[in-house]
């Protein structure tokens, strides 16, 4: 008698690995999943020899796709994506195999900017890949044009494979009745286009989604005062403290995860909890799944952003 649980629970454990989980709960409605939490080259990264990528080639660390997210509406049986990554044909298959199989292959993809990891993998939306009709793309001006004016990405544009919806900073967009989203600009290494966060709203939650940004005191609002007005806070964690890479790190400023806690750290757990920290860079120790430095922080309340995870809106 004693066998029968022993062998239902394995049966669990042994559908859980082997079926893909999908979401058809209509009762949640809508919600945003994380499909990706590394930076832009993704980890692991190109010719990286050190032991954050070994990790990775002995087995020891799984794959990590390129920061992400996707937005679903299962009522309406939508779904969006939040940049579009080198990592995307996996990551629109995630969303169809664990979220949503019906519908549009995608309802639409909102660019926060033109760096490696966020706008290149619209390239599988043309000709050479999914052959796409009118998908509509949503980028701030600069970004627009920037996609219509250079090669292989206005092609994209004459052949209708994309259609360029352009963004107004802090102007929000309903995308239907439940789900509404605002760009707003962000300080960032702007060479090619501006650079935006969004904020995204649903029936009763809303979220933040700031990749990329500068330190946070260039930027002219306090993100202490917008985590506090949102329920998840999906921010850049590329570098866990200074001196993590052997570049000089001014050059390419990023709010480090330890400045951020400081940052909070007189504030309520409430508050803390709502930080999901996303576009971690290869050589952050938080990128592993285990990890001290990693727990030393999800100890004083804060979260790291989980891919496939879902975040009710
Ligand atoms: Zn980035
Ligand atoms: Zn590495
Ligand atoms: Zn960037």
Redesign the pocket.
């Known amino acids: 008698m004693r066998i029968l649980p022993f062998l239902f629970l394995s049966f669990i454990v042994f559908s859980c690995k082997t079926e893909p989980k999908i979401k058809t709960d209509k009762s949640i409605g809508q919600y945003i999943t994380v499909l990706g939490v590394a930076q ?1 080259a993704g980890y692991p990264q190109v010719n990286c020899n050190k032991e954050c990528c070994k990790a990775f080639y002995e087995g020891l660390e799984p794959k990590k796709l390129i920061s992400s997210l996707g937005l679903v509406d299962l009522e309406t049986e939508q779904k969006w994506l939040f940049d579009a990554t080198p990592d995307m044909t996996q990551q629109i298959q995630d969303l169809k195999t664990a979220h949503l199989n019906k519908g549009k292959v995608i309802d639409g993809v909102f660019l926060t ?1 033109a ?1 490696i990891g ?1 706008y290149t993998g619209l390239m599988y939306l043309g000709f050479e890949a999914l052959g796409g009709t009118n998908i509509p793309v949503y980028a701030m001006p600069k970004m627009k044009t920037y996609l219509e004016t250079n090669g292989p990405w206005s092609q994209l544009v004459t052949m209708q494979n994309i259609q360029l919806r352009k963004l107004k900073q802090d102007s929000l967009i309903s995308l239907n009745s439940n789900l509404r989203v605002t760009p707003f600009l962000v300080p ?2 702007d060479e090619y286009s501006e ?1 935006v966060g969004y904020k995204i709203e649903g029936k009763r939650k809303s979220a933040l989604f700031i990749p ?1 940004i500068n330190k946070w005191s260039l930027w002219k609002k306090n993100i202490v005062d917008e985590v506090k007005k949102v329920d998840y806070a999906f921010i850049d964690a590329t570098f866990f403290k200074e001196g993590e890479i052997p570049r000089p790190m001014a050059d390419i400023p990023h709010p480090f995860i330890v400045e951020t806690v400081k940052l909070f750290e007189n504030e309520s757990l409430e508050t803390k909890s709502k930080i999901q920290f996303i576009h971690l860079n290869h050589t952050n120790p938080a990128l592993k799944d285990n990890n001290v430095l990693k727990d030393s922080i999800l100890d004083l309340g804060y979260n790291f952003a989980k891919q496939s995870e879902i975040y009710e809106l």
Request: aromatic content about 0%; hydrophobic content about 0%.
């Open positions: 832009d900017h760096h966020h960032h290494r650079t990329d």
